[in-house]
């Protein structure tokens, strides 16, 4: 018979960034079957379901009535930073562990998070040395206003400065916001060579819309002169941003072939997250982040995406980094390296390496 374990779903099922959070949930919930349907597993895994409507102040809340009110000690959600961090102080007082399926800024390790999306060095870093010899260093960029957007954007700044370039423009705008026509004006006025789209939700598709607005008055502003570059954009939003996306550029540990096992990183991510758990469960029911921190070290982990290594000192994976541009509803592949081991501090970080040059800082 075999074994059952609770484990947390910490998902919104509503809200500007609800097709994320979809993607996210549907990935887990499809491990969740697969592994409980195998009858080689020795384990059944049973959701324990919270939703936190997208509002960042329940996510805390909801991440302690799953460990008080089940016996789950793993909890496989959050889409924002903001809703990360607020998790953690829970996860430190139950002794949880968070699956974190979602891209984010890097500048963080902590033992009760298994960070299963790219960070920085396999995200941003490989981005803007694609972009910067194609297209020019100088960059505006834009943030929706918390901790992925201001982040995002602090890197970017010293990136391409190290490029030889200039920020032109640095605008935020609040979660959900839709009027982008101040950013628009702008990006018109200082014409950069790219533009570093760290909106989320709702607010980068208006943005989208707009800006193929702009390109279609000035050619400067088409996808083949000035593109839109994100780090977070996967095949779950491009219904919702139509014909407006074509051209534009994003990076991620995975886009979809024809026909796909998954629909979007934040899918396959999320579905990795649980396969990797579900392998020490069912070696330890009980094991914590010790016991995890231990496995890690020990060996590489199988998965629908192919065998994954996890740092066992930071507990971020190894990845691919693809560069995708948008075509007709989905994203033909660009650039593509295989088994990018994480950075999250850049410490390893190389100007020279990255963009051809030495360390040199723009003096306006």
């Known amino acids: 018979m075999k074994r059952r374990i609770e484990i947390g779903i910490l998902y919104s099922r509503s809200g500007s960034y609800q097709l994320v959070s979809d993607a996210c949930r549907m990935g887990a919930m499809r491990a969740i079957a697969d592994i409980n349907a195998d009858r080689s597993s020795g384990i059944e895994l049973v959701p324990v379901e919270r939703d936190p409507q997208s509002n960042a102040d329940r996510y805390a809340t909801l991440c302690e009535d799953i460990f008080r009110t089940s016996s789950a000690r793993h909890v496989v959600g959050c889409v924002t930073s903001w809703s990360r961090k607020e998790t953690i102080p829970v996860l430190e007082k139950a002794g949880g562990m968070l699956w974190y399926a979602c891209p984010y800024e890097g500048f963080e390790a902590n033992e009760h998070v298994v960070y299963m999306h790219a960070c920085p060095n396999q995200h941003l870093v490989p981005l803007m040395a694609h972009v910067v010899p194609r297209f020019g260093a100088n960059g505006f960029l834009l943030g929706s206003n918390y901790i992925w957007g201001w982040e995002m954007n602090r890197v970017a700044r010293d990136l391409i400065a190290d490029a030889g370039g200039k920020v032109l423009g640095e605008r935020y705008l609040r979660i959900g916001e839709t009027d982008v026509s101040r950013l628009i004006a702008e990006i018109r006025a200082t014409r950069p060579n790219f533009i570093l789209n760290n909106l989320i939700g709702t607010s980068s598709y208006a943005f989208l819309a707009a800006y193929r607005d702009l ?77 995890f921190s231990k496995a890690f070290a020990e060996r590489r982990f199988p998965t629908r995406l192919g065998p994954i290594a996890i740092d066992a000192h930071s507990q971020h994976a190894t990845l691919p980094v693809i560069i995708g541009r948008i075509a007709d509803g989905f994203f033909e592949v660009v650039s593509r390296e295989d088994e990018v081991a994480p950075d999250p501090y850049l410490s390893r970080y190389d100007p020279a390496k990255t963009f051809g040059r030495p360390r040199l800082r723009v003096v306006s």
């Open 215 to 291: 390109g279609d008055e000035d050619a400067a502003f088409r996808p083949e002169n000035c593109p839109v570059i994100s780090c977070n954009l996967t095949e779950g939003e491009l219904p919702a941003i139509g014909e407006t996306g074509k051209g534009h550029l994003s990076v991620g540990p995975y886009f979809a072939p024809r026909p796909a096992a998954f629909a979007s990183s934040f899918e396959a991510s999320a579905y990795a997250s649980v396969q990797v758990m579900a392998e020490v469960l069912s070696r330890d029911a009980d094991a914590g982040p010790a016991e």
